[in-house]
C-alpha cells in the first residue's frame, strides 16, 4: 500500500537549491512514437501493417515478417508482472537521486515482454496495467500499475514523478475575472493543492467571480495584468518562487475574422493579453519555475495553457481571436522546448466553445467552467502535453487528423 | 542436423594476459599492443611474424582494427572485429581457426582489452545499443545489473534457487582468484560476506557485479605443424559453437543459444561434460554461470544449484570453475573479460597456469555470452580445449 504523501515542509531558504538533472533523453526516431502517445496519455505500440505482430522496442522493421510498415496503436495495456527489481545504485544522476526505483518486466497479453517502471503497490505475478506517462525529460516511458485501484495511489513516488499533480503543490491562476475561475481553483483545492494563487486585473472593476474567489479557503486573490510588464514582473517577485504550477487562463476575444473588422485594435487586444501576456508571463515566471523543477515534493511541475481547439484550425466566425490562439500555441512549442531542461512541462487544454456571452451565437455542446477544470485536474495528473476538453474539442482534433485542409473547409461552412 | 567439420591441424597457443587496473590513463591502443606483444614473446615471434589480427575492444574510438593496423604497424592479410563483449574469446577462436585451416592466414593474434578511465563505464553504457538507449536506460539506468537482477529474481521464482546457491560460486571463484597474482580482489570473501553485501539492484548485491577495470588477454592460432616447429604448447579445438538471439520469444532469459548447439558441442568433440578437467564459464553475474552449466549439459534446467552445491568449485576441487577467479574477483577488462576464460583454460590444459593450475588438466570447457542489447545477452559461444596427455 502507498503511504499518503505528507505535506511537504516549508522551504529553507538558506539551503542550496536542487539542481534539475533529468533521466537519460536520446531516443531513436522510432521511439519518438511512444513520446507521441504519451504526450496525449494514450498507450500506444508499434503494430505491423501486414502481419499484426505487436512489438516492442520499437524497431523501424517488424520483427515477425520485416514488414516496413508500422503503425502505432493503442494497445490492450494489460500484463502480467513477472520479474522486478529495485534499484539502488546508478551511474546516472537523475536516478541516482532517485533511488531506491522499482522496475520489472511485464509480460504483455498483446504479446511482447516489456521492462518498465513498477508502481510500489504491484504485486510480482499479478496483472497490471501499462500506462505510457512522459517522464521528467519530457520523453515517453511506460509504468505499471496495479489493475485495481489502490489506497493512495497517486502518491507513489515513480508515479508521482511521471504526473504534475496538483496535490500539495502551489498553483497560480492568471485570471480571476474569467468566467471558469472559480471553479478552476475550487477543482485544484479539491485535488489537494496546498494553495491557489489569483490574478486580478483592474482590481477597482468589480466582477462577479470574486465573490466566490474570496469564500475560498486556500486561494489568495493577487494584482496581475498581463499586458503590463511592470505588473507581471512585480507578482513573478513576489510569489515566483513559490508557483509550481502555472495556469493561464487569460483570455481576451471579440467575434469576427479580418474583412469583419475596420481596423486592428481588438486584434491588437487579442494578441496584447493571448499572445504578449503569455509570453510576459513566461519571461517573469518561466526561469524560476525551471530553476525549481527538483525542489522535492512541492516542485515547479508544469505550465498550462487554455486555449481554443481552434488554435489548430481557424473558425472565420471568430478569425481573429483564433489567430491568436495559433500564436500562443506556436508560442507554448517554444516554452515547452525551453522549460523541458527544468523538468516543467508545458499543457495545453484546448477547449470547444465555451458557455459564455462570447460564444453565444454558436450551437451547443458548449464547455460549462466543471468541464474545463476538471480537465485541467485529469490533464496535471496524468503529466500529459494535449487536452481535448469536450466533444467539439475531440472531434476537431480527429478530424484535423484526417485531414487539416477538409478541417479548414469544414469551419468555413463550404462543407454541406 | 548440421554437419560440422572438425578443426584438426589448427592449434591455439601462447597465452598472455596483462595485469589489471581498476582505472587506468591509458587507452584500447595502449592495453592491446601491450597484450599483443606479450602473446608474440611468449611464442619468440616478431610482429612480422603474423599476417591475421582478431581484434575485440569496446573502447578503441574513434579507431577500428584497421586503424589499429596501421597504429602498431601490423601488415596483415586477414583482419577481423569481433563485438561481441562476452562471447568474444570463442568466436575470435571460431574464426580465426578456420581462417587458418583455409589458409587465408597462418598465424592469427587474437587480441581483446580495453581502458577504463574514471567514468568510461558510464560513457560505455550511454551509447551501447539503440535498444539500450530506447527502452533499458530510462528505467532506472541501472545498466546490466537491472536486467541481471530480473532474471535472477525470475530464475529463482522459477527454480527456487536461493542467493547462498548464487553465493557459492562467487566464494569459489575468489579463493581461486587469491592464487592469481593478477587478480584485482585480493581479500578472501565469505559467504557472510556476500550475502550482508551492500545491495546493487534486488536480488543482485555487490558481488553478484564484477569490478569494470582496463587489461588486456591474447592468444595466437596457427597450424601444429608451426606450433611443433617452434616448440610450443599449444591446445587443441575438439568442438565449438556459436549462436546469436536464440529464443527471442521466451518472455524473460532463463537459457541461452548453448541450448540450442549443446549437442553439436559434444558430439563434435566425442566427449561428454564429465570428461572436463575444468570449466570456465562467463561469469558476469553467477545466475549466468548457473544458465550455462545447464545449457552446457552438466545437469537439467533449473537444477544447476543443486548439482553445484555437491561440488567444490576451486582449483583443487572436483569441477575447478573459473580457475583464475573469473571476471567477479579477477576483473572485468571490458571486452577481454570474453578472452579470460579461454586464455586462462589455454593455460590450464598446457599446463602453463601456474599458481592456479588444475592438477593433470587436459580436457577444459570454455563458454562466452554476451551484449545486453536490451534485456538478455545475445551473444552465447562455447568451446572445448584439448591439451597433451602429461
Ligand atoms: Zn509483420
Not at chain 1, 55 to 73: H, N, T
Not at chain 1, 300 to 306: G, L, M, T
Not at chain 2, 221 to 249: Q, Y
Request: glycine share 10%.
Amino acid at each position: 500500500m502507498t503511504d499518503p504523501l505528507a505535506r511537504p515542509p516549508k522551504k529553507n531558504p538558506q539551503k542550496v537549491q536542487t539542481v534539475p538533472v533529468l533521466p537519460p533523453s536520446f531516443r531513436s526516431r522510432a521511439a519518438m512514437g511512444l513520446t507521441a502517445a504519451a504526450a496525449e496519455g494514450r498507450f500506444k505500440l508499434q503494430h505491423c501493417a501486414e502481419c499484426g505482430t505487436v512489438q516492442y522496442p520499437p524497431r523501424d522493421a517488424c520483427v515477425s515478417c520485416l514488414g516496413l510498415e508500422l503503425l502505432w496503436k493503442d494497445t490492450d495495456p494489460v500484463g502480467e508482472l513477472i520479474a522486478d527489481t529495485i534499484v539502488h545504485t546508478s551511474p546516472n544522476l537523475y536516478f541516482r537521486r532517485q533511488a531506491p526505483w522499482r522496475c520489472g518486466t511485464v509480460r504483455l497479453s498483446a504479446g511482447p515482454s516489456i521492462f518498465c517502471h513498477v508502481h510500489g503497490d504491484c504485486v510480482k505475478g499479478s496483472e497490471v496495467r501499462l500506462l505510457s506517462r512522459l517522464d521528467r525529460a519530457g520523453q515517453g516511458v511506460l509504468i505499471a500499475i496495479p489493475k485495481e485501484t489502490t489506497p493512495n495511489m497517486a502518491d507513489d513516488p515513480e508515479l508521482r514523478e511521471l504526473g504534475a499533480d496538483p496535490k500539495h503543490r502551489r498553483v497560480l491562476i492568471t485570471d480571476g475575472r474569467q468566467p471558469g475561475a472559480p471553479a478552476l481553483a475550487k477543482a485544484l483545492l479539491d485535488a489537494g493543492a496546498m494553495t491557489v494563487f489569483v490574478g486580478e486585473g483592474e482590481t477597482w472593476r468589480p466582477y462577479p467571480e470574486r465573490s466566490a474567489l474570496e469564500k475560498m479557503d486556500g486561494v489568495n486573490l493577487m494584482p496581475l495584468d498581463l499586458t503590463d510588464t511592470s505588473s507581471v514582473v512585480e507578482l513573478a517577485g513576489e510569489i515566483g518562487g513559490k508557483v509550481d504550477i502555472l495556469i493561464n487562463n487569460a483570455r481576451f476575444m471579440r467575434p469576427g475574422g479580418v474583412l469583419a473588422r475596420g481596423d486592428t485594435a481588438f486584434a491588437r487586444d487579442e494578441m496584447e493579453v493571448n499572445y504578449l501576456g503569455l509570453m510576459r508571463l513566461a519571461q517573469a515566471f518561466g526561469p524560476g519555475m525551471k530553476a525549481r523543477g527538483a525542489d522535492g515534493i512541492n516542485n515547479a511541475a508544469a505550465w498550462v495553457n487554455i486555449l481554443s481547439i481552434n488554435a489548430i484550425a481557424n473558425d472565420p466566425a471568430y478569425g481573429s481571436f483564433n489567430a491568436s490562439q495559433a500564436a500562443a500555441l506556436s508560442l507554448a512549442q517554444s516554452l515547452r522546448a525551453e522549460l523541458r531542461p527544468g523538468g516543467v512541462k508545458v499543457m495545453t487544454v484546448f477547449c470547444g466553445p465555451t458557455d459564455d456571452d462570447w460564444y453565444q451565437d454558436v450551437p451547443p455542446p458548449k464547455l460549462l467552467p466543471g468541464a474545463i477544470a476538471r480537465s485541467v485536474v485529469q490533464g496535471l495528473r496524468d503529466g500529459v502535453e494535449d487536452v481535448l476538453c469536450g466533444d467539439v474539442a475531440k472531434d476537431y482534433a480527429e478530424r484535423w487528423r484526417q485531414d487539416p485542409r477538409v478541417l479548414e473547409r469544414e469551419l468555413a461552412g463550404d462543407v454541406g | 542436423m548440421s554437419r560440422r567439420q572438425s578443426y584438426d591441424g589448427v592449434v591455439v597457443t601462447a597465452p598472455f594476459s596483462t595485469p589489471y587496473e581498476r582505472y587506468s590513463t591509458q587507452t584500447a591502443h595502449y592495453w592491446l599492443a601491450r597484450a599483443l606483444k606479450g602473446t608474440l614473446d611468449a611464442a619468440g615471434l616478431r610482429k612480422e611474424g603474423i599476417d591475421g589480427l582478431s581484434v575485440a575492444s569496446f573502447t578503441l574510438f574513434p579507431d577500428s582494427p584497421v586503424g589499429l593496423s596501421q597504429h602498431l604497424g601490423v601488415t596483415l592479410r586477414w583482419l577481423d572485429s569481433i563485438p561481441m563483449g562476452g562471447a568474444s574469446g570463442v568466436v575470435a577462436l571460431r574464426r580465426a581457426a578456420r581462417a587458418v585451416q583455409a589458409g587465408d592466414a597462418e598465424i592469427v593474434a587474437c587480441v581483446a582489452g580495453d581502458t577504463n578511465h574514471i567514468d568510461s563505464f558510464r560513457k560505455l553504457l550511454s551509447s551501447f545499443s539503440r535498444f539500450a538507449m530506447d527502452a533499458a536506460y530510462p528505467y532506472g539506468y541501472g545498466g546490466p545489473n537491472s536486467m541481471f537482477a530480473l532474471l535472477t529474481d525470475r530464475y529463482m521464482q522459477e527454480y527456487g534457487a536461493t542467493r547462498e546457491d548464487f553465493g557459492r560460486i562467487a566464494v569459489a571463484q575468489r579463493e581461486n582468484a587469491l592464487r592469481n597474482p593478477n587478480a584485482l580482489m585480493k581479500r578472501p570473501l565469505s559467504l557472510e560476506d556476500y550475502l550482508e553485501a551492500r545491495p546493487i539492484s534486488d536480488p543482485i548485491a555487490l558481488f553478484d557485479c564484477v569490478m569494470p577495470c582496463a587489461g588486456a588477454e591474447a592468444f595466437l592460432v596457427m597450424s601444429e605443424e608451426e606450433a611443433v616447429k617452434r616448440g610450443l604448447p599449444f591446445a587443441r579445438i575438439a568442438g565449438t559453437i556459436e549462436r546469436h538471439n536464440a529464443f527471442p520469444d521466451d518472455p524473460i532469459q532463463l537459457r541461452g543459444g548453448w541450448a540450442l548447439d549443446v549437442e553439436d558441442l559434444w558430439s563434435m568433440a566425442g566427449m561428454k561434460p564429465a570428461d572436463m578437467d575444468l570449466v570456465q564459464t562467463y561469469d558476469d553475474y553467477p545466475v549466468i554461470s548457473v544458465m550455462q552449466f545447464e545449457d552446457l549439459g552438466f545437469c537439467s534446467k533449473g537444477e544447476a544449484p543443486a548439482f553445484l552445491r555437491d561440488r567444490d568449485l576451486t582449483v583443487t576441487g572436483d569441477l575447478p570453475h573459473n580457475t583464475s577467479g573469473g571476471q567477479l574477483s579477477a576483473g572485468q577488462a571490458g571486452a577481454a573479460g570474453g578472452f579470460l576464460g579461454m586464455v586462462e583454460a589455454l593455460r590450464q590444459v598446457t599446463r602453463t597456469a601456474g599458481p592456479t593450475q588444475v592438477a593433470d588438466a587436459k580436457n577444459a570447457l570454455v563458454s562466452g555470452f554476451g551484449m545486453i542489447n536490451y534485456d538478455r545477452g545475445l551473444c552465447s559461444g562455447a568451446a572445448i580445449l584439448t591439451g597433451e596427455s602429461a
